[in-house]
């Protein structure tokens, strides 16, 4: 079964602070994804990443970066949190493009 | 800019009944359509279809996508309590294979 794993299920932060979330999947897959979910507004985009030091902008970006430094493992980092950017955060990852993207339980971030 | 739209975004069954939940999209250089249960932590995958009219089926579950109209359906027959839960449609397109999801169909089965 593949695995994804985030590090946090809850973490709460003030703003202005610099916010990381990590994701880390056992499976070897080449592509990863960080979206976030909101009520009324389904899970969107904000970064993916398909191979080691690659990056794509996702739909909704602005505020964020990423980082891929090895394979297994994509980082999500709030530059200077805001309070719009509390929501639940959930990343994924996929092997080729034929295959489904598979997810972790998601960190709720609540930035005061 | 790619679009899915699901409906209805809620309903409400008794156990029992038979549900069918809609998903439409309009996106360029579609790859796939793919189905996602979300209960209280991640999403988990139920289908993922490429090809029109050919039905995908996991027990009381089965969907099936229509290219042509750009849609597809979910159906759970004979619904159980264990069925409530978010159902996430997303559409698969481009050379990244992007998701792009609807907003969530939330379905309640009451005993």
């Known amino acids: 079964d593949v695995k994804v794993t985030q590090s946090s299920r809850y973490l709460v932060k003030r703003t202005g602070e610099k916010v990381f979330l990590e994701c880390v999947q056992d499976?070897?897959?080449?592509?990863m994804f960080w979206y976030r979910q909101d009520p009324g507004l389904g899970l969107r985009l904000i970064y993916f990443?398909?191979?080691?030091?690659?990056?794509e902008k996702g739909d909704i970006p602005e505020g964020y970066s990423v980082s891929r430094e090895k394979k297994e493992r994509f980082s999500l980092i709030l530059e200077s949190a805001s309070t719009n950017q509390t929501s639940m955060y959930l990343c994924a990852s996929s092997g080729d493009s034929n295959q489904p993207q598979h997810f972790g339980d998601g960190t709720r971030l609540s930035i005061l | 800019e790619d679009k899915v739209v699901q409906s209805p975004l809620s309903l409400v069954v008794h156990e029992g009944d038979t549900v069918t939940l809609n998903c439409s999209y309009e996106?360029?250089?579609?790859?796939?359509l793919l189905w996602y249960k979300q209960e209280k932590k991640a999403p988990t995958f139920l289908f993922m279809l490429t090809s029109s009219g050919i039905e995908k089926k996991s027990g009381r579950l089965s969907s099936i996508l229509d290219k042509k109209e750009l849609s597809s359906i979910l159906n759970i027959t004979a619904t159980q309590t264990g069925d409530s839960a978010i159902y996430l449609c997303a559409v698969s397109s481009g050379a990244n294979s992007k998701l792009t999801f609807g907003k969530g169909i939330t379905l309640s089965v009451r005993p």
């Open positions: 499976m070897d897959h080449e592509n």
């Open positions: 996106v360029t250089n579609f790859r796939s």
């Open positions: 990443s398909y191979d080691v030091k690659m990056k």
